[in-house]
């Protein structure tokens, strides 16, 4: 059981778990989650840290079929510049590896940003904390259990 679904279970907020075959292969894992789960990629969310010039990271929740705006999401986080952190940053802040970042469960608690779009789905899908398992939930459920924010960051 990982992190994300053990917060799941402590805050008691309904979730479906689906896994797949993972293919060590393949490094478009929103991608490949949505196309073995069948679902629109527009209903699979990424979970990306992201390093503003204030030496903070902050989380970004997007679609996997979109770019997230670094600009936007600087002006949203409150700062100037913002950039992808590295994997060494991303794996100590979050506790899990590349490909199976989830948003929940988290070491540290990160401000979390998550893309408006998410609101015009009934549930959304975001990584269950490894490769080939995400986790089936209400945007509005993610956002109150990860402190989130819902704004336009996406190109």
């Known amino acids: 059981m990982t ?13 479906k778990i689906h896994e797949y075959g993972h293919d060590a292969n393949n490094n478009a894992y929103g991608l490949e989650a ?3 789960l069948s679902v629109s990629p527009e209903r699979v969310f990424k979970t990306l840290v992201v390093s503003l ?3 903070h990271l902050v989380v970004a929740i997007i679609p996997v079929s979109a ?16 950039e992808m952190a590295s994997p060494k940053d991303v794996e100590r802040a979050t ?6 970042v989830s948003p929940l469960g988290q070491k ?4 979390t940003f998550i893309d408006a779009s998410a609101q015009d789905h009934a549930t959304i899908y975001v990584s ?6 995400d986790i089936e939930l209400s945007p509005d459920d993610l956002c109150l259990l990860v402190n989130g924010d819902f704004v336009r960051i996406c190109q």
Do not use: C, D, W
């Not at 540290?108 to 401000?111: D, G, H, R, S, V």
């Open 108 to 111: 540290k608690n990160l401000k």
């Open 67 to 82: 770019m997230l705006s670094m600009k936007h999401l600087a002006k949203f986080a409150g700062a100037k510049k913002a």
């Open 34 to 36: 949505a196309e073995k």
């Open 128 to 133: 269950g904390g490894r490769r080939g398992m």
């Open 95 to 100: 506790g899990y590896v590349l490909g199976g």
């Open 53 to 55: 010039n204030t030496h």
């Open 3 to 15: 992190p994300a679904i053990q917060t799941l279970k402590k805050k008691k907020k309904p979730y």
